[in-house]
Each structure stands twice: as C-alpha cells, then as structure tokens.
C-alpha cells in the first residue's frame, strides 16, 4: 500500500510545498486566520470539494464518502501561528510566526485532500473521512478570545472545542492529526498523551495614588500580584509528582507610570495536568493563594477561569498502530504509551467524546515556539506527513472499518456525549472579584465553588 498511495501523493507535491511556503509566509494567531482560510479554501475548490465553512470564525471541513458503510474519520489541519517577535521571520507587523509547524500541519491536510482525488484512492477505504481546517489550537491572546466571548462569537477559546460546538464534528467517530518534533532524521513518535490545562487571567485592582508624594493614599495592585506570586510558588511543593502540574503565569501589564501607584495589574496563567480532577483542584489552590494575597494589602482581584484544554490519552494499542503504520514511511519511530507530553492541545477535547490519535513526524528543527523554529525538511515534515495520512486512514477503514471499530469498541471515553463534555467544561467557567470588605471590617474571599 505504500507505494499506491506515495504515487497518490506525488503529482501534488508542488502543491503542498507552495501551500507551506505560503502559510509560513503569512502567519495569523487563533481566530484571526482568515488569509490562510481564504487561500486554503480556494486550493480545496479547485480540488472539487464543497466546504462547509465556519462561518464568523476562520475554518471549513471538506468530507469524503468513499460509498461504502463504514466509521467516519476526521483528520485535522491547524491554521494558526504563535507569537515570537524575536524570531527572524516573523510577522514585523505582529510578531506572529509558525514556530510550531502548524503551516505543515494544514499543507500537509491539503496534500492528503489532493490525493484522495486521485484514481483508486479509496478502492480500499469504507465509511467517510472528514478534512478539518481548524483555528486557534495555540492557547494565546485570552484578552482578545475574551472579547470575542463577550461578543458571543465563540464559546470555546480552542478552535476543536468550539468547531464541536457548531456541530462540524458531528457523525464523527474517530480523529487523528499528524503534528511536527525537531528529531534529527527521519522520525516519528507518539506517547501516552499530554497535559491539559485551565486557563486565567486575575486583574488585581488596588487604588492609585502619587508614588513619591503619597503613596501611603494608594493600594498597589503591583504588590498584591507579586505577593499573589509568591503565595502560588509557596504551593509547589503540594503538587502531586506524576499529575505533572505546570503553572507559569505573566504579568501583562503592570502599571502605567512610574511615579504612580500602580491601580490595574493583570497576570495571565494556566493551569496545566495530567487529570482534570487534579487540574481544578490546584486551580482552587492558586485562586485561593491569589485572593488571600490581594487582601492581605487591601486590594481585591478579579479572577477569571476559562475552560481549557482536556488532557489527551492514548492506549499501548494506539501506539503500536502509530508504529506499524509511520514506520513504513520513516527511519525511526518511538512509540512508547508511558511517555507524557506536559504540554496541551485541544485535541484533547475531541478524545474526551472519542478516540483520537496524536502522533509526531519530523521535519522541523529548533525549539518549538521558539525563534529557531523552522521546517527544515518540507519533504518528510509535509509530503511524507500526507503519505502517512493516507496509511493510516487505510488501516483504520480498510476491511470494513475494522481496527477504527476495534480502537472504538475499546476506547473509555470521559463523557458519553459531547452535550455532557460541554456541561462540564461550562462549570469551569468563572467570572468574579474574588475579595468582599465588609462594613464591619470582616474580610470574605470566594474564590470559585468545589468542581
């Protein structure tokens, strides 16, 4: 099947390198993709697909019925771009830069989307299989996902979560994607699965005054945020060791002039785990340490939890398809269901509904979301990505779908529906100032309820 399907994609070879040359050319952050979703779209016309678009927000999905019952498979390609303006080629305007390979990701979705076209391509293939152009993987620019939260545009701040919500996953069965690692040669790997996380922002809110004339009048915002720090740091060693907990949060903006007591402070942060049980446990902790902090100076802080990304999980048998399937194509693959990934990635979400399958292939160099971050071998990082797309889609829906209903049949999902995973990602939305100074001079902090 190797060589059938290398023959598939290899007509379309220019195609694909010109579509990542192009989408590393023009990078957009989470939701703004509208050049990479407008040059994308008009590629899959000229293929022959009609698009279902997403509407007010970048993205579509393409879908292929090979004619014959079976599981429906997505496969998804992420459009945006990070944030790294010291990278030598990013964005002058933005800072906006592909510095984790997603500009492979989509070239590589479109080159299997070419080569699904071609003569006999399906002949071994039952059940429908659906291209997912999809934004805003990259958990950035909160402030900007807020307002359009606010406005009513999305709901979700990952754009998997929030195309499961517009119904462009519905019917759905199984997902894969195939994302970028800076392994040197021609490799391909996969672990157990990866973090997910909540997301946060706290604006501490104090009351300015003249800084050398007064301050004494004032209640620095700056303080209590960085007393809110150290409180959170004091916490670390609480962290259980294998739930993998990460919190690393900014301050974004820390005062307007120097010669004023800062009034406004806003820091922004996750919450990263290995379970979502432990995840919100620790997010308690931290809110609870942050509001002790803005009163312990008199201040008060907004806090403001944002659902964000479910940890994503993968059976020994998933790996072991990773490693018979990709290591047709490269020199080397790792696949070791112990490994965890204490990074996210909104793939996650869809594998809380259903299986999912997450691995790497190489073709990048540098650190990922780095300014070294390049796709230094488009060949294996783009064509042989599409290849090992097209293998993988024929061991899961040749004979009658059977390894896709084998994985199926045995995988637990966390929610029997996506109805129940959006009510419990709802839970943890919060949106409050965390301190009350009451008439009396008591003190009450409400931090969030117990999840």
Same mark, same amino acid.
């Given at each position: ?93 933005? !800072?906006?830069?592909?510095?984790? @390979?997603? /500009? *492979?990701?989509? +070239? =590589?979705?479109?080159? #299997?989307? $070419? &080569? ?95 800084? !050398?004339?007064?301050?004494?009048? @004032?209640? /620095? *915002?700056?303080? +209590? =945020?960085?007393?809110? #720090?150290? $409180? &959170? ?219």
């Amino acid at each position: 099947m190797k060589a059938k399907y290398e023959a598939c994609v290899e007509p379309h070879r220019q195609l694909i390198l010109d579509a990542e040359r192009y989408l590393w050319n023009h990078p957009e952050t989470g939701y703004r993709e509208w050049q990479a979703h407008a040059y994308l779209a008009e590629a899959y016309r000229k293929l022959g697909y009609e698009l279902t678009e997403a509407g007010d927000i970048p993205g579509f999905t393409a879908e292929v019925d090979t004619g014959r019952p079976g599981p429906t498979v997505a496969v998804f390609g992420e459009l945006d771009s990070l944030l790294c303006d010291t990278h030598p080629e990013a964005d002058p305007t933005t !800072g906006a830069v592909h510095a984790c @390979g997603h /500009n *492979a990701q989509s +070239a =590589a979705l479109l080159g #299997l989307a $070419a &080569a699904l076209k071609e003569p006999g391509a399906l002949d071994n293939l039952c059940g429908k299989i659906r291209l997912v152009a999809v934004p805003a993987e990259e958990l950035i620019e909160v402030e900007y996902r807020e307002t359009l939260y606010k406005q009513g545009t999305i709901r979700y701040f990952g754009g998997k979560p929030e195309f499961m919500r517009r119904g462009l996953l519905n019917g759905v069965d199984l997902a894969f994607m195939i994302h970028h690692c800076t392994d040197a040669g021609s490799v391909a790997r996969m672990g157990g699965g990866s973090n997910g996380c909540i997301a946060k922002t706290m604006v501490f809110e104090g009351k300015a005054a003249h800084a !050398g004339g007064a301050p004494h009048l @004032g209640v /620095n *915002a700056l303080y +209590a =945020a960085t007393q809110a #720090l150290n $409180a &959170a740091n004091a916490l670390r060693e609480t962290f259980v060791d294998n739930e993998h907990i990460r919190f690393h949060p900014i301050i974004n903006h820390g005062g307007a002039v120097v010669n004023a007591i800062p009034d406004t402070v806003t820091m922004e942060s996750y919450v990263r785990g290995a379970t979502m049980k432990e995840i919100t446990a620790v997010n308690r902790k931290i809110n609870r340490a942050i509001a002790a902090s803005a009163a312990a100076l008199g201040a008060n802080v907004h806090l403001r939890d944002i659902p964000g990304y479910w940890p994503r999980k993968h059976s020994a048998k998933c790996c072991q398809l990773i490693e018979d399937v990709m290591g047709q194509v490269v020199d080397k693959v790792v696949a070791d269901p112990s490994a965890w990934s204490t990074g996210c990635s909104d793939i996650g979400d869809v594998g809380a509904v259903m299986p999912i399958l997450h691995p790497y292939i190489s073709g990048a160099v540098g650190t990922g979301h780095g300014n070294d971050y390049y796709i230094a071998d488009p060949d294996t990082a783009c064509v042989k990505s599409a290849v090992c797309q097209l293998l993988l889609l024929d061991a899961l829906l040749a004979n009658g779908g059977a390894k896709a209903k084998e994985l199926m049949d045995e995988y637990e999902p966390d929610f029997p529906s996506m109805e129940d995973y959006f009510a419990f990602m709802d839970k943890l939305n919060l949106d409050q100032k965390a301190v009350t100074y009451e008439e009396d001079g008591r003190v009450t902090l409400d931090f969030g309820p117990v999840l």
